[in-house]
């Protein structure tokens, strides 16, 4: 396993730092020095009705696009940087470390790698360009209420009528579907097929009559996803990503890209160094670092937790740097972040006892702004987002140690 840069991924953390340097706008380095949950700011800010956030996440996107780092891991000659995985995992790094916000949703980071693979030229066209200027936001629609993790069971339907799909059906945990434009749906249009044949890919701008919305509010009150609702929405054929009932593995296609979740390791670290340098210093009257040994034990514990987060990073990206696709290794690295993410959680609020109750973060009394108190509340989803704990440890267990299935 590799821990240094080489000389070419030295000289490549150099160039990104230098153009973080110069080109993170002034607003997104201010919230980076606020201590608030602030999840996809950028998605938010484009279709903000307050001029200097639209101006901050165009200038951002503009940027980024200008050097190819819009869709970082896309080939060159679809508007990407062609970059390889360990100049990903550099890049990655580095916005982390800024905590800049990212641009690489469902569009440039799902999405455009299925066009590239499965996409018609005409849909190549149409669609790559917009998802490279920001001008099109996508979402996912994917999930269903009866089939969340056993994603081939889903129901919505899509029949055949002239041209047209006559799509009908819900799609659940929408993840930003209120901020996007266009949708990708996996529908079934065959079902008499086996559950992974007859379902295909379609492409569904979100603007047409037939489709609804409705917010599901999480835990802490915030509007991150949806419900959506297909009542007879008509879908052009064209709009069919891939061969009819083969859309099960458009859908499983992702290109090359890095996936060793370096920016899980470094939040990680940077939110243990500013619980570390509150409570020994402005939060010391609030904190109970300095009176409970078992608390400081925790803080000492969750950082050496931070650094093994980081070292299977190290070793994903190794793993790709030499030709191989990571496979349990990913999920193994998936599952410790996400219980990491919960840990750290639950002893930043303990560090602070009843204060870590108070939820506003503009009440001057609530240590780090608020943010243990809403993060606790926050990470209950962590083991359950990008893949349940359960499932990952399904792969653990067939893939890494050969167990049979149950």
Not at 53 to 72: D, K, M, T, V, Y
Not at 116 to 135: A, F, N, V, W, Y
Not at 279 to 308: C, K, M, T, Y
Request: net charge neutral; aromatic share 8%; with cysteine.
């Amino acid at each position: 396993m590799e821990w240094q840069d080489s000389a070419r991924e030295a000289a490549f953390r150099a160039e990104v730092r230098g153009f973080l340097a110069a080109e993170l706008p002034e607003r997104y380095r201010e919230l980076a020095t606020h201590n608030r949950i602030v999840r996809r700011v950028w998605q938010k800010d484009r279709l903000s009705p307050e001029a200097p956030r639209r101006e901050a996440a165009r200038r951002w996107s503009e940027a980024l696009a200008e050097r190819g780092w819009f869709a970082p891991h896309w080939p060159r000659e679809y508007g990407g940087a062609g970059l390889g995985p360990s100049e990903q995992f550099v890049f990655n790094e580095e916005m982390a470390r800024v905590d800049a916000p990212s641009v690489q949703g469902v569009g440039v980071g799902f999405l455009g790698s299925a066009l590239i693979i499965h996409g018609t030229d005409e849909q190549k066209r149409t669609h790559l360009p917009r998802i490279l200027d920001g001008s099109v936001v996508w979402a996912q629609g994917f999930s269903e209420p009866g089939a969340g993790s056993d994603l081939a069971g889903l129901t919505t339907r899509a029949v055949r009528d002239g041209d047209e799909y006559v799509l009908s059906g819900q799609k659940i945990w929408t993840s930003d579907g209120h901020e996007a434009e266009w949708i990708c749906v996996l529908a079934r249009t065959d079902p008499d097929l086996p559950r992974h044949r007859g379902v295909s890919f379609l492409l569904v701008d979100m603007r047409q009559p037939g489709i609804e919305l409705r917010p599901l509010i999480n835990l802490n009150w915030r509007h991150a996803f949806n419900e959506t609702f297909f009542d007879a929405t008509r879908v052009p054929v064209t709009n069919r990503v891939g061969e009819e009932n083969r859309g099960w593995y458009v859908a499983m296609t992702v290109l090359d890209f890095e996936r060793s979740n370096v920016a899980g390791a470094v939040e990680a670290r940077r939110l243990l160094s500013r619980l570390i340098a509150d409570a020994s210093g402005p939060g010391a009257h609030r904190a109970r670092l300095a009176r409970v040994d078992s608390l400081r034990q925790q803080v000492a514990q969750r950082w050496i937790e931070a650094e093994v987060l980081y070292g299977f990073s190290a070793q994903i990206i190794s793993i790709e740097k030499a030709g191989r696709v990571p496979n349990h290794e990913a999920s193994v690295s998936k599952v410790f972040g996400s219980e990491l993410a919960q840990a750290i959680a639950r002893t930043g609020a303990s560090a602070y006892g009843l204060y870590a109750l108070l939820w506003d973060p503009d009440d001057i009394r609530s240590p780090l702004e608020a943010f243990f108190a809403q993060a606790y509340v926050e990470s209950l989803s962590r083991t359950i987002a990008s893949g349940t704990s359960e499932i990952q440890r399904n792969v653990i267990a067939t893939r890494g140690l050969g167990l049979p299935r149950g």
